[in-house]
Every structure is written in C-alpha cells, then in structure tokens.
C-alpha cells in the first residue's frame, strides 16, 4: 500500500491540474530552480517548462497582482506565498481587487493564492501565523484549510478549478507528518463541505487544520476513560462554512465546542458560537465553549510555543467542563 504525505497529495493535484489544464501555471519566490521553500513545486519546472512554472522576485504583491491580471486574460494561476504569513503583503490586492471584480463588473478572478501557515515548528511570530479571518471577513473569497492528505489534493484540485479567488492554506506542521493512501481516479473535494471524522452523541468539536489530530486523540480520551463519546467535525473550508454540518451536530449532542490554532479575538470559533446560539439554542445544554490560542504573537521559544498552541490537556480539560453541565 503506498502512502502519500500531506505535502506530496498538494504538489499531485497541482501537477494533475497542470497536465489537464494548459491554462493552469505556477508563480512565486523560488517554485522553479529550486522547487519550493517546501518542495512542492519541485520538478514542475522541469515538466512544464519557464512559461508556466515562474520564479518571481521577493515581491508578494507583484506576485498577486500578476495573477489576478491573468486571471482576467483568461488564465488559472497558482500564487504561492512562500509563508503564509506574507500574505499581508498582498492584502489590497487580494481583498479590494480579487475578492470584489466579480460584484463591481461581473468577471471573476480564478486564482488560488497557496502557502504554509501554522505553528509547531518553531518559526517564530513572522512564520508561523494562521492568518485565515482576515480573508473570511472579506465576502468574495474562498478560504478552505485542510486537515488530511486526501483533503489537501481533492481541495487543491477544487480550488484551482473554482472560477473565484481562494486562499488555500496548507498547514506545514503536517507536510510530512501526515499520509495516507489516495485514490487513484481523479477526484474533488467540494469547497464548503464539512467532514465527520468521528462520529458521537455526547459532544461535538468542531476544529480545521492540524487541530483535528490533538481533538481526535481527546476524543479517544474522552471515550476511554469516562464513556463520552464525542463527535469531530473537520470543517475544512471557513468560507463559505458548512453551516448545516455545524447546525445538525449541535442539534445532536447539545453540546459544542470548538477548536482553533488561530488566535482568539475574532477567532472562526466566536463566528461558529453566534450561528449555534442564533440557529439552535434551545437544544443546547451548555454553553458553546472554544480552545484557541491566546492574543499574544506565536513565540519563537519551543517551550513558550507549546505553551501557547492548543493541545489535547487543553481540549479534554474544556471538554470536561462542557460535558458536565
């Protein structure tokens, strides 16, 4: 059985979207000679050639802004931000020129803007960001963060296939941690689908991105130990949100809580609690609870970052709390 990791299933699904679409090229800081700060890009250069496969300078808003141009001249580019975190960079671009083309005249902007976000691997305030809200607060955009390698090409392949912009942020704590095997037929996974990873009637979390392996392994704890059998949905894509998968769970078990590496002020996790108690408030028996980093940047410090990175201790201790009201 061959196993594929999480950062190999993203450069297939480019590459499998290249080779079916001449439309579909490559641009960003070092995605040809060198093949990527990540290696995803490695060997496209040499496939496709300098055309569609472009190194570009240290430069994050000349990198979208050539994207969204040709986007309108009829291409599908992939911009890659060689850290999530420069994605500010770009932010005027994407958010007042890409993410509104299609409301103030009708064309839209087939982009997918890439890069590794997330903490975990010690790469201090200015690599390690989970800058995810900034986008969904912006209507025009897509914004999805896969959580497993199966994920991470279905959704990489729907990205690119999408006729509006998507912020594609792959999580690079999970790049080779995470493997499984894939499908070998062509396949999507649809933007604004959520997933049940473990199903129960106790409790439902609700996580994206590389929380949903600390949240399964609380939810086997949980299990385990005190017969609470909690429900894990993967939301994989924050706008749009799946919002009957969040709805139906909460209607089920009553109980929610959410989950989230993003610092907490104006976290995806207050935007989830307003939806559960505006939509289904009178089956709960709790109040929505969230496990998220603090308001602080992400330390560069190992110790500090563990510190302040969610994890299992604290997604049982909430979880605890929640399940005994």
């Given at each position: 059985?061959?196993?594929t990791t ?55 808003s ?35 020129f ?63 296939r ?114 559960v108690?505006e ?10 609870l ?23 201790d ?12």
């Amino acid at each position: 059985m061959a196993l594929t990791t999480y950062v190999e299933a993203i450069r297939q699904g480019i590459w499998e979207e290249m080779e079916a679409d001449q439309r579909v090229f490559i641009l960003g800081e070092d995605v040809g000679i060198y093949g990527g700060a990540f290696k995803v890009t490695e060997g496209m250069l040499e496939k496709f050639g300098e055309l569609r496969v472009i190194d570009t300078p240290i430069s994050e808003s000349a990198i979208v802004g050539a994207a969204i141009g040709a986007a309108l001249m009829g291409m599908r580019p992939i911009a890659e931000m060689q850290f999530i975190d420069f994605i500010s960079c770009a932010f005027d671009q994407i958010t007042n020129f890409a993410a509104k083309n299609r409301y103030r005249w009708g064309a839209g902007v087939p982009i997918v803007i890439r890069g590794p976000s997330g903490g975990g691997v010690h790469g201090g305030p200015f690599h390690s960001q989970n800058p995810e809200m900034y986008f969904v607060h912006t209507p025009g955009l897509k914004v999805v963060a896969p959580a497993t390698a199966h994920d991470a090409k279905g959704l990489i392949k729907a990205a690119i296939r999408d006729e509006d912009p998507v912020i594609y942020l792959e999580h690079k704590y999970l790049y080779r941690r995470i493997k499984e095997e894939l499908p070998k037929e062509d396949y999507v996974v649809p933007i604004g689908q959520a997933a049940t990873r473990r199903e129960g009637r106790d409790l439902s979390l609700l996580t994206y991105g590389a929380m949903l392996y600390p949240s399964l392994e609380a939810a086997g704890t949980l299990s385990r130990e005190q017969g609470i059998e909690t429900e894990v949905i993967d939301l994989r894509s924050l706008l749009p949100l799946d919002k009957d998968a969040i709805l139906a769970s909460a209607r089920k078990t009553g109980k929610v809580l959410v989950v989230h590496e993003d610092t907490r002020t104006g976290g995806i996790a207050g935007e989830i609690a307003a939806i559960v108690n505006e939509e289904v408030f009178d089956y709960l028996d709790g109040p929505v609870l969230r496990v998220t980093a603090p308001d602080t940047p992400v330390p560069y410090s190992p110790p500090l970052e563990e510190f302040f990175l969610p994890n299992k201790d604290k997604i049982l201790a909430a979880a605890r709390r929640l399940a005994a009201y």
